[in-house]
């Protein structure tokens, strides 16, 4: 299933490391890689994404958090849409979002609340978000690498990696590339 470049990874980590000590002005420190976008606009987002890599942190679920193989999301009109692919079923859901700065929210039902906030990312064709699941039953938070193509290079998941790390969140997995994704047809959502 998923697969991490942890070896590759945590020699970037130990040069990282290097770096911030040597030069407090080196351009990659946590202030640097963490930067909530002034605004997110659900129309520079229009369209499709994949998950590429994802760092979850579960603080508090009474069943095992359900892992999907693939995770797409659609923007269009200030809709998301998501479609995930978990144990080998399409699960969708669809819902106004709603924007305020960098953060965004939207709901299903009184009781399930989803939120997050967009990062700046220095790759090109992704999109960074933190994504808070917050249930009675379950309460999860996630940084999610997103592209617009099923695998970064090693360059985009080194950057994401650091950005893990500074959020002190869980060591991340890169979703494998080969799984299907969901079809994104209007009648299925
Ligand atoms: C996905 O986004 C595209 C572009 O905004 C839009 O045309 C399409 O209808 C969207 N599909 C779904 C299922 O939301
Ligand atoms: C989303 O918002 C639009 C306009 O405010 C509304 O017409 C539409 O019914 C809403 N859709 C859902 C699924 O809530
Ligand atoms: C979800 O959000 C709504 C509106 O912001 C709030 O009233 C509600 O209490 C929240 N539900 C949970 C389970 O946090």
């Known amino acids: 299933m998923a697969s991490t470049y942890r070896d590759a990874l945590a020699v970037c980590a130990i040069a990282l490391a290097c770096l911030a000590s040597v030069s407090r002005s080196s351009p990659l420190t946590c202030k ?25 942190k ?20 200030s809709m998301i849409t998501k479609a995930n692919l978990c144990g080998n079923q399409c699960q969708y859901l669809s819902r106004n979002i709603t924007v305020d700065g960098p953060h965004f929210s939207f709901s299903y039902g009184p009781l399930l609340n989803f939120s997050g906030t967009v990062f700046k990312t220095s790759c090109a ?17 996630e940084l999610c690498l997103f592209s617009r193509r099923r695998a970064e290079d090693q360059k985009n998941l080194e950057e994401f990696k650091a950005q893990v790390k500074c959020l002190e969140m869980p060591e991340h997995v890169v979703m494998d590339p080969t799984k299907e994704l969901c079809s994104m047809n209007p009648d299925h959502v």
């Open 32 to 56: 640097d890689l963490i930067q909530p976008l002034d605004e997110a606009n659900p129309r520079d987002y229009e369209g499709s994404w994949a998950l590429v890599a994802d760092s979850l």
């Open 58 to 77: 579960v603080i508090k679920a009474e069943a095992p958090v359900e892992t999907c193989e693939s995770v797409r999301i659609n923007f269009s009109n």
């Open 125 to 141: 064709d992704c999109m960074l978000l933190t994504f808070r699941v917050d249930t009675p039953k379950e309460k999860t938070e």
